[in-house]
């Protein structure tokens, strides 16, 4: 099963370079917000999460930052290998449930 | 251990047809949550099943339906097919509705001709 195809908006690095990437999202009674990684053939990986109450979270080489005024969300990807290239999707969750309510996706790619 | 399991990997299937997909969660997992994805809407949240309990339901007409049996294991159901289903089923699971990390399986790809 290949990930979302044709009409994601698609961002382009070069190998080394730092990533961000971006998501409006729409409920701001969301207890989590979380970064899902989906590379072609694969089903959704976790990244990393953050709950509603914070607003930056670091980890292995990502970092999330949530600012809830505007109702947005970030990944910030350090020094981008080619390995990172897949479609990135942000979502909501709220506690007790196991409902995703994702965004439309981010096509990464990283160029050696 | 072994991950989400989903079967068929691939089917097709004609027009007016109903299908079953099947899902086998993680071990110990007895949350499983269904998703439709596909290039024009993204992925979609169909339902969610914990302990044999349907939690929440998506906004899919009521063709879409499925179950949650005592081992946790889940199947979908859709009747009479329409060329707009055609698209990638996932099925994820989790430990308890707090945790956020939810397993994804590999999806299974449905083509409705």
């Known amino acids: 099963g290949e990930s979302v195809g044709l009409h994601l908006p698609t961002l382009s690095v070069q190998e080394g370079d730092n990533s961000i990437i971006n998501c409006a999202y729409s409920?701001?009674?969301?207890?989590?917000f979380i970064w899902y990684k989906q590379e072609s053939g694969k089903g959704p990986q976790f990244i990393i999460d953050?709950?509603?109450?914070?607003d930056k979270r670091q980890g292995q080489r990502v970092t999330v930052l949530l600012n809830k005024t505007v109702k947005h969300l970030s990944l910030q990807i350090a020094a981008t290998q080619p390995g990172d290239s897949a479609v990135y999707f942000c979502?909501?969750?709220?506690?007790?449930?196991?409902?995703?309510?994702f965004g439309t996706g981010t096509r990464l790619l990283v160029s050696p | 251990k072994a991950g989400v399991t989903q079967t068929p990997r691939y089917l097709i299937k004609t027009r007016g047809q109903q299908v079953t997909l099947s899902c086998s969660p993680i071990?110990?997992?007895?949350?499983v949550s269904w998703y439709q994805q596909t290039p024009g809407q993204g992925l979609q949240f169909l339902f969610e099943?914990?302990?044999?309990?349907?939690?929440n339901k998506g906004n899919f007409p009521g063709r879409f339906s499925g179950r949650q049996f005592s081992n946790s294991r889940s199947e979908m159901n859709v009747s009479t097919l329409e060329l707009g289903d055609s698209a990638l089923y996932l099925c994820?699971?989790?430990?308890?509705?707090?945790?956020?990390?939810?397993?994804f399986g590999q999806g299974t790809r449905l083509t409705v001709v």
């Open positions: 099943y914990f302990s044999e309990t349907q939690r």
């Open positions: 979502a909501e969750k709220n506690t007790g449930f196991q409902k995703l309510v």
């Open positions: 953050i709950r509603s109450n914070m």
């Open positions: 994820a699971s989790g430990s308890t509705g707090g945790n956020t990390e939810a397993f």
């Open positions: 409920n701001s009674a969301s207890d989590y």
């Open positions: 071990s110990g997992h007895r949350s």
